[in-house]
């Protein structure tokens, strides 16, 4: 069994450093100001990059460029690093999606650089939880009867 390369994630403001053996990255990340009128959704991507497969980029000196081409194409909002479930690498991506149709086009960088496993989860600010509020009060007076009864 091979040991597992270990990197250390530092989130500083803006910026996002990553630390490893031989790897050091810095990745700047854009605003998280929400915008008006915006018709893009704000969508939460877990990835999860199996051992081998990471260990694997990161010994060629691949993790760190491809990693960064990706997230750069991303534009995330934010990105926080951790890991997974089984003690795999992982994170969570908070970035626009313009439209469905570009699912692939996020997901399929991951699976071809890293054989990643990634979901996508629809996420709102306090802000975006904040417009929100009349709905919510509209959907409670019309269905809150009907689940009591």
Do not use: C
Request: net charge positive; charged share 20%; glycine share 8%.
């Amino acid at each position: 069994m091979r040991p597992q390369t270990r990197l250390a994630v530092v989130l500083s403001g803006r910026q996002v450093y990553v630390i490893g053996r031989s790897l050091t990255r810095k990745w700047e990340l854009r605003s998280n100001t929400p915008r008006e009128g915006r018709s893009a959704m704000r969508m939460m991507m877990q990835i999860s990059i199996p051992v081998e497969a990471g260990n694997k980029a990161a010994r060629t000196g691949a993790f760190g460029p491809s990693f960064q081409k990706i997230l750069d194409g991303l534009k995330p909002e934010a990105a926080y690093f951790t890991t997974g479930a089984s003690g795999e690498r992982g994170g969570f991506i908070v970035f626009d999606l313009k439209d469905t149709s570009h699912i692939p086009a996020v997901a399929e960088p991951f699976f071809l650089a890293f054989n990643a496993r990634v979901n996508f989860f629809p996420v709102m600010n306090a802000q975006d939880l904040a417009n929100a509020a009349p709905g919510i009060e509209k959907a409670v007076k019309e269905h809150s009867k009907a689940a009591s009864a």
